[in-house]
């Protein structure tokens, strides 16, 4: 019996289903906060250093406590206050990423790397039942400023490079190839499947008077553009006030990415259900893309994925999934795939199929 090439990747896809990875992931660099900015100011700079050390370890406590617990958790007890000892204990290593000295002030980039056992034990103790740090897959942001001059461009792109973001529970990576055209999928596919993202998170940020004001617009395959709300940020007066709001607007958009992968997450958070399911696809790049939509789901509510037969127009597959059937079809629509009811069950298709 010959079996056609189609058939044969099928199968071999089929396989890669059986095998699809658990939802949990390493803790990886989670407990280590990036590109921490002190400016600190005293008799000299030797005497200017220690106080930024000491603020870095606060800024970065609060960064990584914020990383780690619930907004909800995160708003009702906020920072634990820690004592000079209990710094000494917690904080592993700083490690100088660039520092500049005048006569009274130390200016510096700075990592802060923190002894995960102690900082959950840390936040178990100040109240917080819930911690997470199962990481999630990558968001590939696309940060667009529009009307700015070469220098301010400049500086707008200096603030997202030096965000510290990539070590979050939803690692954030940064394109800049895109440019400053409006978001698409196509201006920013090469460099999603470059960083493994599904999909692009754009960024287009414009000022207006002292407000910066910046829309975000998620984009990716098989028709997926989704409006993911808004941010913004007061523009200070002088030098600084420019590098200071765009710092403030990344923090806001990453707050935002983050806060929303926790939400998946805690949707996963309940007891399994099963469901029957038909896929439909009209060739094999399309089956590709569904097998996509699948994988992406699996980051999430998806728990397994079982095939029980396949042919060359459709396969019939069982979901295992934590959460509702609605927020399985949200889940699923996001990823750019539609769960349809029909008079035989349900269907998933691509939604640019539809």
């Given at each position: 019996?010959?079996?056609?090439?189609?058939?044969?990747?099928?199968?071999?896809?089929?396989?890669?289903?059986?095998?699809?990875?658990?939802?949990?992931?390493?803790?990886?660099?989670?407990?280590?906060?990036?590109?921490?900015?002190?400016?600190?100011?005293?008799?000299?700079?030797?005497?200017?250093?220690?106080?930024?050390?000491?603020?870095?370890?606060?800024?970065?406590?609060?960064?990584?406590?914020?990383?780690?617990?619930?907004?909800?958790?995160?708003?009702?007890?906020?920072?634990?206050?820690?004592?000079?000892?209990?710094?000494?204990?917690?904080?592993?290593?700083?490690?100088?990423?660039?520092?500049?000295?005048?006569?009274?002030?130390?200016?510096?980039?700075?990592?802060?790397?923190?002894?995960?056992?102690?900082?959950?034990?840390?936040?178990?103790?100040?109240?917080?039942?819930?911690?997470?740090?199962?990481?999630?897959?990558?968001?590939?942001?696309?940060?667009?400023?529009?009307?700015?001059?070469?220098?301010?461009?400049?500086?707008?792109?200096?603030?997202?490079?030096?965000?510290?973001?990539q070590n979050e529970i939803a690692p954030v990576l940064l394109t800049f190839a895109a440019?400053?055209?409006?978001?698409?999928?196509?201006?920013?596919?090469?460099?999603?499947?470059?960083?493994?993202?599904?999909?692009?998170?754009f960024v287009t940020a414009q000022p207006a008077g002292a407000v910066l004001n910046a829309?975000?617009?998620?984009?990716?395959?098989?028709?997926?553009?989704?409006?993911?709300?808004?941010?913004?940020?007061?523009?200070?007066?002088?030098?600084?006030?420019?590098?200071?709001?765009?710092?403030?607007?990344?923090?806001?958009?990453?707050?935002?990415?983050?806060?929303?992968?926790?939400?998946?997450?805690?949707?996963?958070?309940?007891?399994?259900?099963?469901?029957?399911?038909?896929?439909?696809?009209?060739?094999?790049?399309?089956?590709?893309?569904?097998?996509?939509?699948?994988?992406?789901?699996?980051?999430?509510?998806?728990?397994?994925?079982?095939?029980?037969?396949?042919?060359?127009?459709?396969?019939?597959?069982?979901?295992?999934?934590?959460?509702?059937?609605?927020?399985?079809?949200?889940?699923?629509?996001?990823?750019?795939?539609?769960?349809?009811?029909?008079?035989?069950?349900?269907?998933?298709?691509?939604?640019?199929?539809?």
């Open positions: 019996m010959r079996i056609s090439t189609f058939m044969m990747a099928l199968l071999g896809m089929v396989c890669a289903f059986l095998t699809l990875p658990a939802r949990a992931q390493g803790p990886g660099a989670i407990y280590s906060v990036q590109d921490v900015l002190v400016d600190e100011t005293a008799v000299s700079a030797a005497a200017a250093r220690p106080l930024a050390f000491s603020k870095a370890q606060e800024m970065a406590w609060s960064r990584v406590t914020r990383r780690l617990v619930s907004p909800t958790d995160f708003t009702r007890l906020g920072v634990p206050t820690l004592t000079p000892a209990i710094y000494e204990r917690v904080v592993t290593s700083i490690d100088v990423q660039e520092e500049r000295r005048s006569g009274t002030r130390y200016i510096a980039r700075l990592n802060v790397n923190f002894n995960p056992i102690l900082v959950r034990q840390l936040l178990a103790e100040a109240g917080y039942g819930t911690i997470t740090d199962q990481r999630g897959p990558p968001v590939l942001v696309a940060p667009v400023l529009l009307g700015a001059s070469p220098a301010l461009d400049a500086q707008w792109r200096l603030a997202w490079s030096q965000s510290g973001f440019g400053s055209g409006p978001a698409s999928w196509e201006a920013a596919q090469a460099a999603a499947q470059e960083a493994g993202a599904a999909s692009v998170l829309s975000l617009t998620e984009v990716g395959p098989n028709g997926l553009r989704a409006d993911r709300g808004t941010a913004s940020a007061t523009v200070g007066p002088g030098e600084s006030g420019f590098p200071q709001a765009f710092r403030q607007l990344a923090l806001a958009v990453n707050a935002k990415v983050q806060d929303d992968w926790k939400a998946r997450v805690a949707r996963g958070a309940g007891p399994d259900s099963r469901v029957a399911v038909q896929a439909l696809f009209a060739n094999q790049t399309q089956w590709l893309a569904l097998k996509r939509v699948m994988e992406a789901a699996s980051r999430t509510l998806v728990s397994d994925i079982r095939i029980d037969a396949v042919s060359t127009t459709g396969a019939l597959i069982s979901l295992g999934y934590v959460g509702t059937l609605e927020q399985l079809r949200a889940e699923i629509a996001r990823d750019g795939g539609v769960l349809l009811e029909s008079g035989t069950g349900l269907q998933l298709r691509l939604a640019a199929a539809q």
